[in-house]
Nanobody, 121 residues
């Protein structure tokens, strides 16, 4: 599966951004989807995940501010980011993968290219 992310940019703290990821090349509904991010000098971290039927989970740092959604007909997955903070600054990556049957663990499989989000104070 090929993934193409878009929507990054430079914003002020408190602003909103919407990232979008278009998937192609495979059966979209087979996959759970997720957004990761990687800040400079940091490890890549899971931000949000969504199952094929729309169940979601979020990192504690973004709960209540970020919303992941998917459109299975359009084969897209979006990340609505509100009340952005400088610590949200990172390269954001779209991923297609699987969620295990025990513990809701997400297993990344396919990566899109990153899109940079910069939040200034």
């Amino acid at each position: 599966v090929q993934l193409q992310a878009s929507g990054g940019g430079s914003v002020q703290a408190g602003d909103s951004l919407r990232l979008s990821c278009a998937a192609s090349g495979s059966v979209f509904t087979v996959y759970a989807m997720a957004w990761y991010r990687q800040a400079p000098g940091e490890q890549r971290e899971l931000v949000a995940q969504i199952t094929s039927d729309g169940n979601t989970d979020y990192a504690d740092s973004v709960k209540g501010r970020f919303t992941i959604s998917r459109d299975n007909a359009m084969t897209t997955v979006d990340l609505q980011m509100n009340s952005l903070k400088p610590e949200d600054t990172a390269v954001y990556y779209c991923n297609a993968g699987y969620i295990g049957t025990v513990g809701n663990t997400y297993y990344p499989q396919y990566w899109g290219q990153g899109t940079l989000v910069t939040v200034s104070s």
